[in-house]
């Protein structure tokens, strides 16, 4: 089973930029959608950005294209630059992949098993 390893949150001002980081273990997420989905405090996860196995990109309509997502299949790697944050993007960033190879969908259900996560604060 896969486990993936999120990195690179921590504290930036309004305004600054984070590359956050989902490295996987156990097996190749090569032929999967991965998706990164945050959570702030009182709230449900929710989608952030995904990539599919062909490389298709999928955004949250809130983020106005401020956040891009990439995938480095070689080194099992996948990433989120984030610019323009924002202190609304302030959560704990996840990334997953989907639960099926082959397979997107944007509900938090379909995507599994999670890591642990990476605190994300934007400061006002």
């Known amino acids: 089973q896969v486990q993936l390893v999120e990195s690179g949150g921590g504290l930036v001002q309004t305004g600054g930029s984070l590359r956050l980081s989902c490295a996987a273990s156990?097996?190749?997420?090569?032929?999967?959608?991965v998706g990164w989905f945050r959570q702030a405090p009182g709230k449900e996860r929710e989608f952030v950005a995904a990539?599919?196995?062909?490389?298709?990109?999928y955004y949250a309509d809130s983020l106005q294209g401020r956040f891009t997502i990439s995938r480095d299949d070689v080194k099992d790697k996948v990433y989120l630059q984030m610019n323009s944050l924002k202190f609304e993007d302030t959560a704990v960033y996840y990334c997953?992949?989907?639960?099926?190879?082959?397979?997107?969908?944007?509900?938090?259900?379909?995507?599994?098993?999670w890591g642990q996560g990476t605190h994300v604060t934007v400061s006002p």
């Open positions: 997953a992949t989907s639960r099926a190879p082959l397979y997107f969908d944007y509900a938090v259900s379909t995507f599994g098993p």
């Open positions: 156990g097996r190749t997420f090569s032929s999967y959608a």
């Open positions: 990539i599919t196995w062909t490389g298709d990109t």
